[in-house]
């Protein structure tokens, strides 16, 4: 069988990591072995809910799929690139097969006002009553007589005549069996609504068997629907496709993830400095597993593994933790060119090169010079690094000379003012062949013999050094910080520093 799935999101709310994690299972199952090479992943934009339409949410999601690099891979030609399928442009498909369903005796006319369907709801609930929803009043006009006011212009919907008193029953790939009672499902729902437009669950069920869609995988909180979706299959005399409701996301707490648990959208992961290939191989774990003993994919290997099978009953939980580790380890893969072309951004957004240079240059990322140190400077950062965003704090003392800290701050363990001041005059003596040596392991070979020779403690010694260099006791590494800095600026700083501790 040639797989054929899709991500149908409604354009009312950012995108979100339930939303991307349904996608991405949907992008890797049309990618997968299964599908013999020729699955296609389908975009399609559910926007018939216009009260809640912005087109900013459609901007985020393209922009979400670009960040991700996840690509579509069928939709209308325009210009010569295959755009998303967009419901609200598809009208003509719906009242058509609406039409077809009212001609069946399946779906009648109802012009029941807003006003009356509430006033029906709130006599309900006031009578404690189990029935919900819509009361059927209009299910029993005469179907000509219907036709004839619709047609004269009165306002009205289309809905679906459910099968009362019988039980729909389909297949869930990871659920299994599932049965509904009929009279369980939404009384009648509407399909057409009166302007024109269909509603969510008519356009669904016509763009699945017209798109011939062979999966519908989707997150639990829709089954619900599903025996309705049924219904409306069984009567266009339509096939449904397979259905698979995938495994809910968690909080640590045991309830459904959302904002009081963290980030969860798109935007709040990207603009604190994850990677999408980090996001990527952590969420595609959420409810699947792959293979054993292994933890970093691409998207490659993530598409050549995935199987329904391979998918978990039990909710997922979302571990923050997990991935920022996640975020830490694809920081460390990449080289020093890569990330600081990703760290960039962050530090123009910072400030970081401004009072040096034009403002054009700052928007560029500072002078050649400038960017030559902040690529260098990678290499000291990358090891401890978590999030992308952490990069301005953490080498801005390289661009600008930090303040001098008071003179507690500089003293080790056990010594006293006087006996600093001594460790960093020493430090000043040394400060520039450090900063000249070749590397890391001369530099430290070096101030270890200084160490014992004038018999200082060798972390006794570095630390007023550190705090004068960098302007923090916990900072990159020291020695690689002298070297990009240069002897002079080196030098230059610890005799301020000195200067400040003799007051």
Request: aromatic share 10%; net charge negative.
């Amino acid at each position: 069988m040639i797989i054929r799935d899709r991500y149908a999101p409604s354009p009312t709310g950012l995108q979100h990591i339930g939303g991307i994690r349904t996608a991405l299972f949907n992008y890797l199952f049309a990618k997968s072995l299964k599908a013999n090479g020729d699955g296609k992943f389908i975009l399609r934009l559910e926007d018939t809910d216009r009260t809640r339409f912005d087109e900013s949410y459609v901007q985020n999601l393209y922009d979400t799929f670009d960040w991700l690099g996840i690509k579509w891979d069928e939709g209308p030609d325009i210009g010569g690139v295959s755009a998303p399928y967009i419901q609200s442009e598809r009208t003509a498909h719906y009242k058509k097969y609406a039409q077809e369903l009212l001609d069946k005796g399946q779906a009648y006319y109802c012009f029941c006002s807003s006003e009356r369907i509430d006033e029906v709801r709130k006599q309900r609930e006031a009578a404690h009553s189990s029935e919900s929803g819509y009361d059927r009043l209009c299910r029993s006009i005469d179907q000509g007589e219907a036709a004839k006011r619709a047609a004269n212009g009165e306002a009205c919907t289309v809905r679906l005549k459910i099968p009362l008193g019988e039980t729909t029953v389909f297949k869930d790939h990871l659920l299994g069996d599932i049965e509904w009672k009929n009279d369980d499902v939404n009384p009648d729902p509407v399909l057409l609504k009166s302007d024109g437009f269909p509603t969510y669950h008519l356009a669904n069920v016509v763009d699945d068997h017209l798109m011939e869609i062979t999966h519908v995988l989707r997150a639990q909180e829709w089954l619900a629907s599903t025996p309705l979706h049924v219904i409306m299959y069984r009567a266009f005399g339509w096939t449904p496709p397979e259905f698979c409701h995938l495994p809910m996301v968690m909080g640590q707490d045991g309830k459904k993830l959302s904002k009081r648990h963290g980030a969860t959208s798109i935007d709040e992961f990207r603009k604190a400095g994850y990677l999408p290939a980090a996001l990527i191989n952590y969420v595609a774990l959420l409810g699947a597993s792959y293979e054993e003993g292994k933890e970093i994919y691409t998207l490659d290997e993530l598409a050549e593994r995935f199987s329904l099978e391979k998918l978990n009953k039990a909710p997922a939980v979302f571990d923050y933790k997990k991935l920022e580790w996640y975020n830490g380890q694809y920081i460390r893969m990449m080289s020093d060119e890569e990330l600081a072309r990703l760290c960039m951004p962050y530090a123009i957004e910072a400030g970081m090169f401004e009072g040096e240079v034009h403002t054009e240059t700052q928007r560029r990322g500072g002078s050649e010079e400038q960017r030559k140190i902040f690529t260098t400077a990678m290499a000291l950062v990358k090891e401890r690094l978590i999030f992308l965003n952490e990069v301005p704090e953490k080498v801005a003392y390289l661009f600008k000379e930090p303040e001098v800290l008071a003179a507690e701050e500089f003293i080790p363990k056990k010594c006293d003012l006087a006996k600093t001041i001594e460790l960093l005059q020493i430090g000043l003596e040394l400060v520039r062949t450090m900063a000249q040596a070749a590397n890391d392991e001369d530099a430290e070979n070096f101030i270890k013999t200084q160490a014992e020779e004038r018999d200082v403690k060798l972390g006794d010694l570095m630390m007023p050094l550190r705090v004068a260099i960098t302007g923090s006791r916990v900072s990159p590494p020291l020695f690689g910080s002298l070297r990009i800095l240069g002897a002079d600026k080196s030098e230059e700083r610890v005799k301020k520093a000195l200067e400040k501790l003799k007051g």
